[in-house]
């Protein structure tokens, strides 16, 4: 059982509260099944399910049937002038078939069907509230080499998705996306560096608000709020250095402090030849983190372009 809270606020009136939390039961079925459910109440509440089902004993192949609803806050421009803040809730069921690989790698495939809902929280109240239909394919490939999830000192994460929105399976449209992530980290002494890049783009950039690509957050342009600009085509690079104070003998009330920084360059394009670097915005970040017995403790100030700052407090993981 794992807890997490954070805050997010720009002291500009914008404020981002979620308490979170995950129940994990393994060892369900001679199988080896595992159950985890993850409740999230807040700014952006969640309630998700999935079954981690291996089709035999031992076996590195699996089944995951899985259950998801959410809200969530996106941004709408015209012109790069923000015009509204839409409020999202999205219901989606699914069936995922993969194969670990190894102790560090993952493959899924998978079908899914959503419906969902958006409408005006703050602009124009006349705006029409839509409604929309997802249903298509999946697949992905993870790979997590890091040696610590949250203050890793060496090691690689890598999360490739291509997802296809299909009419036959209940979208509204037919299009696909494409999703990857990167991290890589080196150590040297008590000081590490990561360097990270995201690129996300979809083949219609008429595609529904529900599936524009959103930045802002920490490491994710961290001066802006979470969230605060999207479009169809994204992309991100980022830098970050932390160095470890306190004891490193392993003792069980031994709690290290993490110094650290980041400088983070990206953008979102409502077409995909406008990517440039010259259009890239450039954020930067300084945090302090503490790997306590509860989980990691993250409190972060965030800065962008034109004056703009963001605060975090994060105990438990940072939402990504």
Known sequence: LLFGLSLEDDFEGSTAFNIRTRLTTVGINERGAEWRN????????????????????????????????????????????EVAKLRISELEGGVDFGRQLGYSGELRLGVYRGAGETEVKVGDPTLPTADFDTGGLFAGFRLDTLDNA??????????????????DLGADAEYNTFEADIASTWSHGRSSIQVGASYATTTDPASGLQDLFPLGGFLRLSGLERGAISGPHAALARVVYYRRFGNSDGAIFDTPLYLGASVE????????????????????????????????????????????????????APPR
């Open 150 to 167: 949250y203050f890793p000192r060496h090691g690689l994460l890598a999360d490739l998705r291509w997802n296809g929105l299909r009419e």
């Open 38 to 81: 993850d409740l999230q109440l807040g700014t952006n509440p969640l309630l998700a399910s999935e079954l981690y089902q291996p089709v035999a004993t031992g076996s590195r192949w699996f089944v995951a049937p899985r259950l998801e609803w959410s809200k969530s806050n996106l941004n709408t421009f015209v012109m790069q002038n």
């Open 265 to 316: 360059a990206g953008n979102v394009w409502q077409s995909r030849s406008d990517i440039s670097f010259s259009s890239a915005l450039v954020n930067g970040s300084i945090f302090a983190g503490l790997d306590t017995i509860i989980g990691p403790v993250y409190l972060a100030a965030g800065f962008a372009e034109g004056g703009k700052s963001n605060y975090y407090l994060f105990i438990g």
